[in-house]
Structure formats: C-alpha cells, structure tokens
C-alpha cells in the first residue's frame, strides 16, 4: 500500500496558516487605508497587532515545512511588524512643556465664547479649581 492516497486526504495545514499570516498582515494595512479614507484619526494600534499575529501564523507555516517561499514570507512578515512599530512609535505626541502648569495662574488670554462675547482668565477667578477644555471639532 502507498501512502500517496494518504497524504492526498491530509488538510495542508501549513499552506492554511501562511494565508492566515500574510491576510492578517495585509488586513492591517488596509484598516490603516480605510481608516484615514474616512478621516478617523485615532492610534493605528491593530496594525502591529495584527502583523504579529501574522508573524505567528507564518512561523506555524514555516515549522509544518521548510521551504525558501515561507522563510521568505516569514522575513517580510517581521520586517513589516517592525516598520508598523517604528510608524506607532512615531506617532507618539511629545511630552507637554507649555506654559500652563498646575498650581500657576492661567497666562493672560482672550477668546471668544460660541455667542461672540469676549471670555479672559478673569473668568476662570474664583475658589474653585477650573479646567479648560478646547473642542476642535471634527477634522
């Protein structure tokens, strides 16, 4: 008895994870596309996220069987993870070093309320603690 008929009926396991590596590395690049296509401007934190788990699910593929193509995948794989996690890094803000310090007075200012009359830090004088809060709006 051959074992050709056998190995015929076995699932390819290993072709299955480097799909799953190499579709999780692209899904999150394209939620990164679609997400500033639709101006939502939040941390691209899914996008390592997901490489990794490609990194994971391609390594599976490469230990099921060794071939030239999987370590291949398996480089670009980790070199897009790393390039996702140098762009997080750089997205990181900067500390703030602005002039607005707790216990300190608020410098002088002037801004205009939504109705157009005139609000100054004399406005914010009083025993109590204030806290100033600048809505932008949407981008």
Same mark, same amino acid.
């Given at each position: 008895m051959t074992s050709s008929a056998n190995t015929a009926s076995k699932p390819l396991y290993g072709q299955l994870f480097m799909g799953f590596g190499l579709g999780f590395a692209a899904l999150g690049i394209g939620a990164f596309v *679609?997400?500033?296509a639709l101006e939502r401007l939040i941390v691209?934190?899914?996008m390592p996220a997901l490489a990794a788990v490609g990194v994971v699910c391609v390594g599976i593929s490469l230990a099921e069987r060794r071939t030239v193509w999987r370590l291949v995948a398996l480089a670009v794989v980790v =070199? =897009?993870?790393g390039a996702?996690? *140098?762009l997080l890094n750089a997205m990181r803000l900067p500390p703030y070093t602005g002039p607005i310090v707790?216990?300190?007075a !608020?410098?002088?200012f002037? *801004?205009?309320r939504a109705d157009g009359t005139a609000f100054t830090e004399r406005d914010l004088a009083g025993d109590q603690n204030s806290v100033l809060? !600048? !809505?932008?709006?949407?981008w």
């Open positions: *679609a997400q500033v691209p934190w899914y =070199l =897009l993870t996702e996690l *140098a707790v216990g300190r !608020f410098p002088p002037e *801004a205009k809060v !600048f !809505f932008r709006g949407r």
